[in-house]
């Protein structure tokens, strides 16, 4: 039986919208795919919080790691 993925829900964000994300989990035993989504994301510390633009791409490089960063109101 062939499983099927949950995809993340990208909602369709306003031009200019930014998001708080915030890296709550160490990288260290994450795959090797999982740290760099997290350099990629612009984190150096434990606990940062960064702000990034809401875009496609950003939702889809944290809907890959959400054991480790969090989306902050």
Known sequence: ???????AVVAAAK??????L????????AP???KLVVK???F???????VREDT???RGMVAKVPHLV???K
């Open 1 to 7: 039986m062939a499983r099927i993925r949950k995809k």
């Open 15 to 20: 031009p200019g919208t930014k998001m708080k």
């Open 22 to 29: 915030k890296w709550v989990r160490s990288a260290i035993a």
């Open 32 to 34: 090797v795919k999982h």
């Open 40 to 42: 990629g994301l612009g």
């Open 44 to 50: 150096t510390r434990l606990n940062q919080v960064v």
């Open 56 to 58: 496609p791409s950003i």
């Open 70 to 72: 969090e989306i902050v």
